[in-house]
């Protein structure tokens, strides 16, 4: 997946219009703003070719004493030596400062689009990574993802201002100069383009290699990223592990090879800007050396020579400046191809084009005949089938690794199964749109998610619940409490996942959240695996008076949170083993009531002294 | 070196024209090849040098986070960590890569310049020279003004990758629960205040470096103004003049790269502030690893614990552990028991004399000993995007393939590992997504079972198995053990079963403890003694407050010498490099200042031997005209600076961090 450097190809011409067209399409709504700056940098430019007017004025009239041009004749016309002086030293001070003012304007506008332009692309990448399924997040580090949303979105920015721009007004330069110049000298003009088919070729020569140094050098420090951010996330296991100087040791390695990429890549740039400069320079000599020439067989005034060698600095000026900076041009593109090869993937859950919202469900659940498999092709599922009623609660047993947590994802629509279907009241889960399917569907997830912010905000996630309501689901969770008893109470900000929290607690804020959402249908998956018994107990009495009504999958490994249940289903090898209320499946002397004698003291009481001595 | 010029341009009188010409082309061919060699080499040296200091500080400061403890990291965000470590550190670097290499330009051309300039025209030179006050102050106000606002843009940078960060981890939560939509207007609206902040400098910025480029105008008018009326006046000849205004042009750039280094130096200070917060936290201290391995009976004394200034979590604890038992530690959730293991393995650190390990305090126990003797299943299990097989190593990292398997099999992976492909192999995804919750706490099992530590601490390492497949992995360690102490944590009598003693915390205090096979209502009233412990409420004077994070202190502290002397350390190492750069600086400058000095002075020659001898006032044609020739040529045949470029770069891409 990551280019490496033999595996890469640098890429096409055609590849690169395509680049530059979609980067010029996310210019597209900034238009008035882009064309103001290249505008405004247009007039800076005029302005500075009018800069130097004044001081040959200044030599070759005040000092020189030769006759005022003719331009000139009417404004200056009967002005003496000293006036002449005074009109030229104003004027610099004018245009300077109305240069001044002209760069001001455009810089602004420039980072003005830059910055819009990141912004957009920013949040496109985010509002895509927020479709694509989780097939594709399995697979994904958060690191690598974050790094291409925070990071390579810059490019965006750093391309059109180190690239496009100062290529764009450099064109536009040498069009406006050339044509002056070849008012005075055709000749001249067109040596002083003789640098061109040089510079062309040193720059699809070298630019190519350039950009694929620069690809390989940005998946390095984004792979390293990647491993900091998750050792970073997980030093607490380091630590317990002393696993310290390893993890250091491997962080070295990988930011060494990050370190001589970068380093090759600055060197072959800097090759690059020198043989760009020799081009130049040549082409500076041959213009001041024919210049030169023509001065002395008096076809070209001195003055207007010094024109010339004047144009061409602010000609040769951008083509400098891109081929000094066109390592950091190539980063940026590199960058911008990362962020279009995600926003590139199709999300393979998505609505069907002839998707409708669900109607409100009463939770009439089936699975029909569903086989599923994850990546790798092992099948998980092989031929589930199962009804739910409306209001009915099920309760999903099996081996660890038997493809509940799977069974309840595919009823949230997280994967499409490969066969058979899923429905709810008769809709096809594919038929019907994701938001609106998950909307109705709630599914407290086995592992525990929490974020750096307020309980309170935790518990509501982003619904616009009130106090009261939060109050309420976190009461049912048992939760509480607890957070009452924390010293901000619902505003104590918690750890990044919870880890100020003991992991019973986590667990009810997470429980405390999936009962804030009032859906019909409900997926508990291991909701109270946490707890202690006694505190298990008393959830489940209120989430029973919670639940009733709903249809409800409560997926568990522990036979006191099962047996509650109306109907307990055991899931093993991908099918459906056994099924039944509590009673029946104990009288049927299967695998549950095998399980269910070596739980507890195998007479159907729970650990009798252990409550006895934790709820006093 | 004018002596030089002069020596050249004498010889050159007498010369005919078309060699004078070819002559000063070559010189201009040749300057300008030394030019850019000169500026190859210093960017090469410099430019490398400060990646290796980038990565070198990089690299420590990943060490340095690493070692810091629990605490600290609890109340930090991944993101917020991972934006200073990275996009702060390159405003560092950038203020001393080509921060230090425009200064040491700006410094040795302008020096030079000036003093040339001083040579040539006393007068002219204070007149060029009084636009500095003025230079000196909006540069002042505009740095402070950069350091402030760049601050809030890193910080608020932060904040939205400690965002994006936890939004992309918890993609499953956004997923179940609908949030999208939220989610991405949410991050838009902090997108659009974060372009909001970073506009703000930018205006600045481009206010500034406009508004230099006009006083340098003023400064020019000024010169153009007094030394055209000297020269009327006949004080000045006009090779003079051009030669100053030849100096004068040469300072142009190094005046404007001033700004922009002011404005690196802002940009890169207040993000060293940034990255210093998290030096200023006080790490771990690095142990010696040598020794034996502690060993012995376990004994906790009077332990009462509070994390930061919080209630006490842990009151009066007081047990102590045979070498060899496995004990039970159960009770409520929320009671202590992890904060207990926690203080065992000195993840969180047991205030002095409570704990004591072979007779040994906890606290004298050097820690990589500890570690290793000490091995640990977390309560949430951690796994890494790599084979399943690397995760199980992290805790031997030399272990055989062998060794592992049979870790995995041990921790009754045996069955999952004939369903993957791939087997120990198998990438599992990040934190183990891959895997069901079952598989990935059997893997951390595993992990821990590779050591062989002789003291094992397992908190709540079952919960998400099934109780067959707990009682087969229990029994297969037990078999194993032998003299092995372990810890359980667990909620489940499946599991109690197995240990020799229980453990019962109750809000902190150990409530009561006997054998667990052995316990049952009648004989053991476990209620009654948890009862009798000592009273409720005790004074606070015992407990261990965590001292204040170091971070607190360093927030109010500015760009004080000290960062500067931690920056010289780093660059320490590359005294060689700089020595070199500065060298090849100096001689850069030099190549600069002369190429227009010849060019101009050829140029001169060609026309004026052509017409009459230039001599004094009053100027001849062919002397001014050469003179606006060469001053106007002047930054045309010298390969701009890199001042040049960068500051114009620098100007457009403004607050690009
Ligand atoms: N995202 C995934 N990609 C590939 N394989 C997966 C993925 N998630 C789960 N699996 C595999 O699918 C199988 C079933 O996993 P599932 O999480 O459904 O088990 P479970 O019944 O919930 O187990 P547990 O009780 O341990 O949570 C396992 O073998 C697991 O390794
Ligand atoms: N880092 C922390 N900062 C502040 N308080 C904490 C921190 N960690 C835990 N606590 C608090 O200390 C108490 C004990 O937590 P601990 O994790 O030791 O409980 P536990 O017995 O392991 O519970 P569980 O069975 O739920 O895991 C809880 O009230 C918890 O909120
Ligand atoms: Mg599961
Ligand atoms: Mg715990």
């Known amino acids: 997946m990551e280019p490496t450097e033999d595996s890469y190809q640098s890429p096409s011409r055609a590849e690169t219009r395509r680049l530059v067209g979609r980067t010029v399409g996310y210019l597209r709504p900034h238009r008035p703003r882009f064309l103001g700056g290249v505008g405004l940098t247009g007039l800076g430019i005029l302005l500075d070719v009018v800069k130097p007017i004044p001081l040959a004025i200044v030599l070759d009239v005040v ?107 450099s064109a536009v330069m040498l069009a406006g100069m050339f044509a002056v110049m070849a008012g005075y000298d055709v000749e001249l003009a067109l040596v002083a383009l003789v640098v061109c088919p040089p510079l062309y070729f040193a720059i699809t020569r070298i630019s190519g290699r350039i950009h694929q140094q620069a690809s390989v050098s940005r998946e390095a420090e984004s792979a390293l990223y990647a491993r900091a951010e998750s050792t970073i996330g997980a030093v607490k296991l380091v630590q317990a592990y002393g696993r310290e100087d390893g993890a250091v040791a491997e962080f070295r390695s990988g930011s060494d090879r990050s370190l001589a990429l970068s380093l090759k890549l600055y060197s072959t740039q800097t090759v690059f800007a020198f043989v760009v400069d020799s081009v130049l320079a040549v082409g500076t000599a041959a213009l001041v050396w024919l210049g030169a020439r023509h001065v002395l067989d008096g076809r070209l005034g001195i003055g207007e020579l010094t024109i010339f060698l004047s144009y061409l600095k602010d000609l040769y000026g951008p083509i400098q400046s891109v081929s000094h ?104 889960l594919r038929d019907v749109t994701v938001l609106s399917l ?12 929490l974020f750096h912010t307020t309980i309170r905000e935790n518990i509501a996630f982003g619904s616009p619940r009130s106090d009261e309501e939060v109050r309420r689901a976190a009461e049912r969770a048992e939760a509480d409490t607890f957070i009452e008893r924390l010293p901000d109470g619902y505003d104590t900000v918690i750890g990044e996942d919870g880890s100020t929290l003991s992991g019973g607690q986590r667990q009810r804020l997470a429980l405390a959240r999936a009962l804030l959402r009032s859906a019909p249908i409900v997926i508990l998956d291991e909701p109270t695996s946490a707890l202690d018994l006694d505190t298990e107990e008393r959830v489940w009495a209120h989430v029973g008076d919670l639940l009733a009504g709903k249809t409800a999958i409560v997926i568990a490994h522990r036979l006191s949170s099962a047996r509650r249940a109306d109907r307990i289903v055991l899931l093993d090898g991908g099918r459906i083993l056994e099924q039944g209320s509590h009673d029946e499946l104990l009288a049927r002397r299967g695998t549950y009531s095998r399980l269910w004698e070596s739980f507890g003291d195998g007479k159907g009481n729970l650990e009798p002294e252990l409550l006895a001595a934790v709820s006093g | 070196m004018p002596r030089l010029v002069r020596h050249i341009l004498e010889s050159l009188e007498k010369e005919p024209s078309p060699r004078l010409i070819a002559i000063s ?53 991944v993101g917020d960590v991972m934006s200073r470590a990275v996009n702060d550190l390159s405003a560092v670097r950038m203020m001393i890569g080509p921060g230090i290499m425009q200064a040491a330009n700006t410094i040795v051309v302008g020096t030079i310049a000036v003093t040339l300039m001083a040579l040539a025209s006393p007068t002219l030179t204070l007149v060029a020279l009084a636009i500095l006050p003025f230079v000196a102050v909006a540069t002042q106000v505009m740095g402070k003004v950069t350091h402030r606002r760049f601050t809030a843009i890193q910080e608020f940078f932060s904040e939205i990758s400690a965002s994006a960060q936890e939004n992309i981890s918890g993609v499953r939560l956004v997923r179940a629960f609908a949030r999208e939509a939220t989610e991405e207007r949410r991050f838009d609206a902090k997108n659009r ?46 090779p003079r003049y051009v030669e100053f205004n030849l100096y004068l042009m040469e300072l142009v750039w190094p005046a404007i790269a001033l700004g922009w280094v002011v404005n ?171 895997l069901s919750g079952g598989q990935k706490q059997r893997t951390a099992l595993a992990r821990a079972l590779l050591t062989d530590a002789p003291y094992l601490v397992l908190d709540d390492a079952f919960s998400s198995v099934d109780t067959e ?36 915390l109750e809000k902190g205090r150990v409530a009561g403890d006997g054998n667990a096979r052995g316990a049952s209502p009648g004989r053991r009233p476990l209620r009654g003694a948890g009862r009798a412990t000592a009273p409720l409420r005790r004074s606070r004077g015992g407990v261990a407050v965590a001292d204040h994070l170091p971070e607190d202190e360093a927030q109010g502290r500015g760009f004080d010498r000290g960062i500067l002397r931690r920056l010289l350390s780093l660059a320490v190492p590359y005294r060689g490099y700089a020595g070199g750069a500065l060298v090849v600086l100096f001689l850069e400058s030099v190549a600069q200042l002369a190429g227009p000095l010849l060019t101009g002075a050829a140029i001169d020659l060609v026309f004026s031997s052509k017409e009459s001898p230039r001599k004094g006032a009053p100027p001849s044609w ?22 040049s470029t960068s500051s114009r770069s620098s100007r457009r891409s403004g607050s690009c961090s």
């Open chain 1, 63 to 169: 000092l020189g004493g030769a006759n005022l041009p003719r331009w000139l004749q009417p404004v200056l016309g009967g002005v003496g030596r000293d006036g002449i002086l005074a009109f030229a030293a104003l004027s610099i001070v004018l245009l300077t400062a109305s240069r001044g003012a002209a760069t001001v304007a455009a810089t602004y506008l420039t980072i003005d689009t830059g910055q819009r332009m990141v912004n957009d692309l920013r949040t496109a990448l985010y509002g895509h990574l927020q479709k694509l399924s989780l097939r594709f997040h399995n697979q994904q580090q958060t690191g690598d993802l974050l790094y291409r949303v925070m990071s390579d979105t810059y490019s965006a920015q750093g391309l059109v201002m180190n690239g496009l721009l100062p290529l764009a007004s």
């Open chain 1, 325 to 428: 900076n066109l390592a950091e041009i190539s980063s940026s593109r590199a960058g911008l191809e990362r962020v279009f090869k995600v926003l590139d993937i199709e999300p393979d859950v998505k609505d069907a084009p002839h998707a409708r919202p669900l109607p409100p469900v009463t939770g009439h659940v089936r699975f029909e005949n569903v086989h599923f498999a994850y990546d790798d092709g092992q099948p998980v599922l092989a031929g589930v089938d199962l009804e739910i009623r409306p209001g009915e609660h099920v309760a999903l047993l099996g081996p660890t690794g038997a493809g509940k947590s799977t069974l309840a994802s595919l009823l949230g629509r997280f994967y499409d199964p490969q066969a058979g279907r899923v429905t709810i009241d008769g809709h096809d």
């Open chain 1, 438 to 449: 998950r909307q109705q569907v709630t599914v407290m997830l086995q592992e525990q998610i």
């Open chain 2, 25 to 77: 082309c070559a010189a201009i061919l040749g300057l300008a090849a030394g030019d850019s060699i000169l500026f190859f080499f210093t960017r090469r040296i410099l430019i490398g040098a400060s990646r290796d200091v980038e990565f070198e500080m990089r690299e420590d400061l990943f060490a340095h986070l690493l070692r810091l403890p629990p605490r600290w990291h609890r109340k930090s965000r």
């Open chain 2, 193 to 238: 205040e974060f372009r909001r902040r970073n506009l703000g400098l930018a205006r600045l910025n481009a206010l500034y470096f406009p508004m230099l480029q006009a006083l340098v105008g003023v400064g020019f008018a000024g010169v153009l103004w007094v030394g055209g009326r000297k020269i009327l006046a006949g004080e000045l000849t006009v």
């Open chain 2, 264 to 434: 690196l130096w802002q940009r890169g200070s207040a993000s060293w502030n940034r990255m210093a917060e998290l030096w200023a936290a006080e790490p771990l201290a690095v142990e010696s690893a040598e020794g034996p391995l502690p060993g012995g009976p376990l004994e906790v004394k009077d332990l009462t614990f509070a994390y930061d200034s919080g209630p006490p979590v842990l009151r009066n604890i007081s047990l102590t552990v045979e070498p060899g038992t496995t004990v039970a530690l159960v009770g409520r959730t929320g009671s202590g028991k992890s904060t207990l293991l926690n203080l065992l393995l000195r993840l969180e650190e047991p205030p002095f004399g409570t704990i004591r390990l072979g007779g040994r305090d906890l606290r004298d126990t050097p820690l990589p000993l500890l570690r290793r003797a000490l091995v640990a299943v977390p309560q949430e299990t951690f796994l890494f995007s790599d084979t399943l097989g690397n995760n199980i190593a992290i805790g031997r990292p030399g272990a055989t393939p062998a060794q592992v398997e049979r870790a995995a099999l041990e921790a009754g992976l045996g069955p999952d590992l004939a369903t993957f492909p791939k087997g120990l192999e198998t990438i599992v995804g990040e934190r183990g997504i891959t």
């Open chain 2, 469 to 504: 497949t707990e009682e087969r992995i229990l029994e297969a360690v037990k078999a194993r053990s032998g003299t092995r102490t372990v810890f359980l944590v667990s909620h489940r009598l499946s599991t109690i079963q197995h240990a020799d003693v229980v453990v019962v």
């Open chain 2, 622 to 643: 062919g002397g001014s005209s050469s003179g606006s020739g060469s001053s106007l040529a002047a930054p045309a045949l010298s390969t701009p600076s890199p001042a």
